[in-house]
């Protein structure tokens, strides 16, 4: 009788064994050596991947998926300050980066060799703008935080968060600086809860 297999999550392996081979190989990095890290051959990689692009897409797509799911958790919900939410996030967002440190860095460098990912990576940190966006909003409404504009204050702590991303890749002795400057921007706009 065949093995049955599990195709959602066999594409997830395949996924998490691309970004190791990124990590170590960069741009040498392709689905010959994919393949033989996952063990399948290169015809079967194409069963869940049509091309190197593909696999590159589904990697920001899941990624980003699993961020979203977690900033909409029981546990997340629970939180009810949304300074704290805020804190929280950015905190979890560089703490993701930080555990895949190696394998963004060769993401990022390797950004403009695969068509359309710049534009999915800038839908997807819309989406995620978005929610700061609204959590400053809900703080100004209840007067945790200063007024100011929500998108103004979003666009700003997105920069941020690029920027850690930015100084991880290449000038990682900086990343405690930035950490600081993004929990610091964060709460120079709160006000203490009463």
Known sequence: MPKKIDHGK???EIMYAALEVYAQEGKNANLSLIATRCGLSRTTIYQYFKDESDLYHYAVKHTTDLAFESF???????LTDPVEKLLKT???????????????GNFLKTLDRVEGLTD???HRTAKLNLFFSRLARQAIKEGRMRKCSSKDFADKLEVLLESYLFHMVY????????RELVADFIKSNAIAAS
């Open 10 to 12: 066999r594409k997830i």
């Open 72 to 78: 909409n958790s029981e546990k997340w919900q629970a």
């Open 90 to 104: 950015t905190e979890s967002i560089m703490d993701m980066a930080d555990s895949y440190e190696k394998q963004v």
């Open 120 to 122: 999915m990576i800038k």
């Open 171 to 178: 000038f990682p002795q900086n990343k405690g600086e930035i």
